[in-house]
């Protein structure tokens, strides 16, 4: 065991060397134990001309003529076991509800980034005498000058954005918006928002390829698996803008409000796709759509419909725990050194809410 | 040779097992979680091979084939594919919600050495 200690800074160097492991002796065992069977039954295993199931079969049958898709595998997610497709889409709403909930800070929700501070309380009754090390005080001084750039951009514009834009102008300051003009190698962080032109160009190019491919590879039924990889595709594009523009640029799109709206939106279509089948013909998930001939936007009847309610599923649901993930702010653990010399401006910056404050105090008391 | 991928699957998943039963930090618990999770792709992904098979897709089949004989014969199994795209999404919904969990544990208990997480604590 390494001499871990939470306070001592002599430790980050070492814990890098000797990683605490334990359990070695057992779970070698155990993993060897998995290993044997698992490759006994890994080798038992048909391998490679064993004749198709009935199930791939008969949807390689029932593609063409009864779906009009050339794709088996968009008949197979959507059409014959579109249930357990139905299922999982729902599974994957319920993660993303996990997420949101457990990365939910105490406070009035109004964007994914610039979340404020809660659980001093907690922190001054569980351990009043931690004292912050160096890596503690660096990192709270990067997360004080982001929530800085943050409460002048990501409040909503009709409010007071402008004046206390220029409050924090002062503050703001020393952040340039581009590394255009900054010397390359240079030591430190990094503190522009944006990256550099070469990657802002390359972004500007791919993002509308890669945006109008994904849709339009869904849309006309194209891609195997329909809407999963096109939903992909959409959190790529928006994580391709987010690491290229800074978080500025998407946060006037990537709000709570607006996603989770489309995201609920999204379930309600394929819900309603699914349940018309029952209402319309007799049995859930039955096609319900007429047929147009094959390879064009409606060639599936309600694949191409659950495929689209899908991609719109898996695209918001991946950018909101994406993003939810990324914007997690301290919740319960202390969140300012109040001994610390250098927080002058820290303090400034939190009495400029206090109604998040009190509401932060009252979220507390019934703990 | 397909053989070789179920073995690398095996192996996959030894590793993400062996790095979940004994590492202690909780990030590398959830990498080795997706380690198991990966090798299932690859698992599934090479039980749908078939020898001299074509991808199942009806539009113009390779080498003068026409979409009757992929219908009748040998493609790759499109519902392991389709097994393949939900395990995917599962899991990468497993993997954020692991993710929010191990967040707010590293903010509560300032550590994500999961030997020290069993105090109880607030």
Sequence with gaps: ?367 | MIVANYLVAGFVFCAGLYTVLTRRNLIKIVMGLSLMEGSTYLLFISMAYREGSTAPVLVSPPGGRNAHDLVRGNVADPVLQNFCLTAIVIGVAVTAVFLTIVVRIAQHYRTLDADKIRELRG
């Design chain 1, 1 to 367: 065991m390494t001499a871990t200690d939470e306070r001592g800074q002599r430790v980050q160097g070492e814990a890098i060397e000797t990683e605490p492991k334990h359990r070695v002796v057992v779970g070698l065992l155990l993993t060897a134990g998995v290993a044997v069977a698992l490759g006994a039954a890994l080798l038992g295993l048909p391998r490679g001309r064993q004749q198709l199931s009935e199930v791939a079969r008969y949807a390689m049958q029932s593609s063409l003529p009864s779906w009009h898709l050339t794709e088996p595998v968009n008949e197979v997610v959507y059409g014959s076991r579109g249930f357990d497709t139905f299922g999982e889409t729902f599974l994957l709403l319920a993660a993303v509800v996990s997420v949101v909930l457990l990365s939910r800070p105490r406070e009035p929700r109004s964007g994914y980034f610039g979340e404020d501070i809660a659980g001093r309380r907690e922190q001054a009754e569980i351990d009043p005498a931690e004292a912050p090390d160096s890596g503690e005080r660096e990192a709270r001084r990067a997360e004080s000058a982001e929530s800085d750039e943050e409460s002048e951009s990501s409040d909503d514009p009709d409010s007071d954005a402008d004046t206390s834009a220029a409050q924090k102008k002062v503050a703001v300051e020393h952040r340039p918006k581009t590394p255009d003009n900054e010397l390359v190698g240079g030591r430190g962080p990094e503190q522009a928002e944006a990256m550099s032109i070469i990657i802002r160009g390359a972004v500007r190019t791919a993002t509308p390829i890669l945006a109008v491919t994904g849709c339009y590879l869904v849309a006309w039924g194209y891609s195997p698996g329909g809407g999963f990889p096109g939903g992909a595709v959409i959190l790529g594009v928006v994580l391709l803008v987010y690491a290229g523009f800074g978080r500025k640029r998407v946060a006037r799109v990537v709000q709570p409000k607006l996603i989770e709206t489309i995201e609920m939106a999204g379930a309600a279509l394929i819900i309603l796709t699914e349940a018309f089948g029952l209402f319309l013909k007799g049995s859930f998930s039955a096609n319900w759509l007429p047929l147009t001939p094959p390879q064009t936007i409606r060639s599936g009847g309600i694949v191409q419909l659950f495929s689209g309610g899908e991609l719109v599923e898996v695209g918001t649901g991946l950018i909101i725990a994406v993003f939810a993930l990324l914007a997690m702010s301290h919740d319960w653990a202390r969140d300012k050194s109040e001994d610390e010399p250098d927080n002058a401006e820290e303090s400034d910056a939190n009495e400029n809410e206090p109604a998040a404050q009190t509401a932060n105090a009252a979220g507390g008391e019934d703990q």
